[in-house]
């Protein structure tokens, strides 16, 4: 991202969109109307995300990798990349340990453990269920 740009300038510059088309897009990734016009430098780290997950979303690539995306983000911006991630027509892979993100998505679950990786059966909820069952087997006094 350049910094001294707005995030409008920025799009424009890099995809040769109209104002409105940049705002519109800035919209649609959860970027409050206010915000488009201030240097990217005096933004939240959470309008930062939004202003780069639009870049990434315009750019068009098959696959967007995010690794833990709601460091320093806000509930709002969290949402906001949910809706985001839901919208996307690409493939995501996401890797998050925060619960409130995986609920939101549209998602398969799939879990790396003891070197392997699996799908989930059933959902999140179901997954947290069999954790916390067996962390209680782990956690009971043996007889």
Known sequence: LKLEESSVEYLQRKYNLNYQESRKTLGQYGLSGHAHTIKIKDLSGGQKSRVAFADLALSNPDVIILDE????????SIDALAEAINKYTGGVILVSHDARLILETECQLWVVEDKNVHEVEGGFEDYRQEILDKLGETLAPSA
């Open 69 to 76: 995306p709601t460091n320093n983000l806000d509930i709002e």
